[in-house]
């Protein structure tokens, strides 16, 4: 039996991830069992921990996380980061764009990056991953 950790909310690209692997691990029976854990929270950096310090070594126990982890350890300036883990596959691809209205003063990625240099509180931003 594997135990697969999800560091985040039930539902998500992560979360449906991990489902879908499990389902196709038991269809070819790759696996008898497993148990999906889900623990959400600031971009993974409440289930890090977690999986660190409580999974951690266990052979049978893996993580399904992405990229925006990345960044949300970085924001949230947490005690646990990525290098405390072993990546061991790629299953997923994600995309980033950046877009501005039509009449925005940032033209280029440089525009912008210039500007968030300057003074990240000038620049607004919003997100999202679904």
């Known amino acids: 039996q594997i135990q697969v950790f999800v560091p985040a909310a ?3 690209g992560w979360d449906q991830t991990a489902r879908t692997m499990d389902q196709v691990l038991r269809s070819e029976k ?3 069992g497993s148990q999906i854990t889900n623990v959400g929270g600031a971009g993974g950096t409440v289930g890090l921990p977690q999986f660190i310090n409580q999974w ?6 893996l993580m399904v996380a992405g990229m925006v982890m990345v960044g ?3 924001a949230n300036k947490a005690a646990n980061n990525l290098t405390q883990v072993t990546p061991i596959a790629r299953l997923t691809g994600e995309f980033e764009a950046l877009v501005v209205p039509a009449d925005s003063p940032f033209k280029t990625a440089a525009d912008f990056v210039a500007a968030l240099k300057a003074d990240p509180t000038k620049v ?3 997100g999202g991953s679904a």
Not at 56 to 61: F, Q, R, T
């Open 10 to 12: 039930p539902g998500g």
């Open 30 to 32: 790759l696996i008898s």
């Open 56 to 61: 951690g070594g266990k052979g049978n126990s």
């Open 72 to 74: 949300a350890i970085i």
């Open 124 to 126: 607004p931003v919003a």
